[in-house]
């Protein structure tokens, strides 16, 4: 079986900071690479930060300065450190393998008040 877990989400306003944290089952956690994903209502979703097994990371332009993804292999955990929050940010942000597996678990929440 396949297992995410995502957390943290919440409502903050503009400016502010949330972590997102992900716990994943081993068999998905450990392919080359695990990423956050983010949709909003109307739009495609779309990768935000990735981050290899090694630890090399990469970000959309959007976020880049912004986000910071770790990982522990230890615990097959990923988080998403969310600084300088914007209301473009607010979307349900998923947890997944990348390239994506076909699987996704139920994501949090994130809105950005204005």
């Known amino acids: 079986q396949v297992h995410v877990v995502e957390s943290g989400g919440g409502l903050v306003q503009a400016g502010g900071s949330l972590r997102l944290s992900c716990a994943a089952s081993?068999?998905?956690?450990?392919?080359?690479?695990m990423a956050w994903y983010r949709q909003a209502p109307g739009k495609q979703r779309e990768l935000v930060a990735s981050?290899?097994?090694?630890?090399?990371?990469l970000y959309v332009a959007s976020v880049k300065g912004r986000f910071t993804i770790a990982r522990d292999n230890a615990k097959n955990t990923v988080s998403l450190q969310m600084n300088s929050l914007k209301p473009e940010d607010t979307a349900v942000y998923y947890c997944?393998?990348?390239?994506?597996?076909?699987?996704w678990g139920q994501g949090t929440q994130v809105t950005v008040s204005s």
């Open positions: 997944n393998a990348n390239p994506q597996w076909d699987y």
């Open positions: 081993a068999n998905i956690f450990d392919t080359n690479a």
């Open positions: 981050i290899s097994r090694g630890g090399t990371t």
